[in-house]
Every structure is written in structure tokens, then in C-alpha cells.
């Protein structure tokens, strides 16, 4: 009841009545247009700076060498102890070796403990 006499406000007030003059006709590029420009936004500011830090990546991980200090995405830290084309042997501890995807570490190590450093071990210290 509500709904119907609102409607009926609406229109006889001429909210809803539209003159035919007053409306422009559209131009037919205009949504096409607006699709271009959402593929450019999306590719400047998704898709790009993606493909970038891939590239970068990629690079770090051919970068890498025997003896590198690395910290894995699951958190492991390491120094690598042999390299083969997909998987790196990542000695954890000492005789305590993990053969990881080459794909799963994720930087350097900054923390390179001194070997004559009391708390070598404990890297919170």
C-alpha cells in the first residue's frame, strides 16, 4: 500500500516522467570505452608490477649459489648445501640436511651468525 502510493507521488510529481528532448542519445563507442579503460587500469596496476617482481624473483633464484645463507617462505633457515635445476639441499643444522623446491625460498639471510660468536645458535639474541 505504501509502495503503490509512493509510485503514484512519484510519477504524477514528475520525477519519473522523462522528456523526450532533455535525454541525449549515447554515443555507441562509450561503453567500449569505458572497458578499455578498466583493461588499462587493470594491467598498469595489477597485472605489470606482478609480472615484474616475477621477473626479479626469478633472477634471484638463478642468482643463487652453494654456501648463500637463505630463509624459505615456510621459515626455514639455511645455508645451501648442493643446487640441482629444480630443487636446492638446504643444510639446516649441522649434518641436518632438507631437500626444498628451488621456487620456496624467498631472500638472503641477512643474519650470517660469526663462527666465533658465543650465541651463533640463537638468532633472538
Keep these: 500500500m505504501l509502495r503503490a502510493s509512493l509510485c503514484f507521488l512519484l510519477i504524477s510529481s514528475g520525477l519519473l516522467a522523462q522528456d523526450a528532448a532533455a ?14 579503460l578498466m583493461l588499462g587500469v587493470f594491467f ?25 645463507a637463505v630463509v624459505t617462505q615456510a621459515g626455514l633457515y639455511g645455508k645451501i648445501a ?24 624467498l631472500a638472503k639471510d641477512e643474519f650470517t651468525p660469526d663462527s666465533k660468536d658465543k650465541n651463533s645458535g640463537d638468532r633472538a639474541a
Design 23 to 36: 535525454v541525449k542519445p549515447q554515443s555507441d563507442w562509450s561503453p567500449l570505452v569505458g572497458i578499455v
Design 82 to 105: 648442493g643446487i640441482a635445476e629444480k630443487v636446492v639441499t638446504l643444510e639446516i643444522a649441522p649434518n641436518v640436511r632438507v631437500r626444498i623446491d628451488r621456487q620456496t625460498i
Design 44 to 68: 598498469f596496476f595489477i597485472i605489470l608490477p606482478q609480472s615484474r617482481k616475477a621477473k626479479k624473483h626469478a633472477e634471484f633464484l638463478n642468482s643463487l649459489q652453494k654456501g648463500d
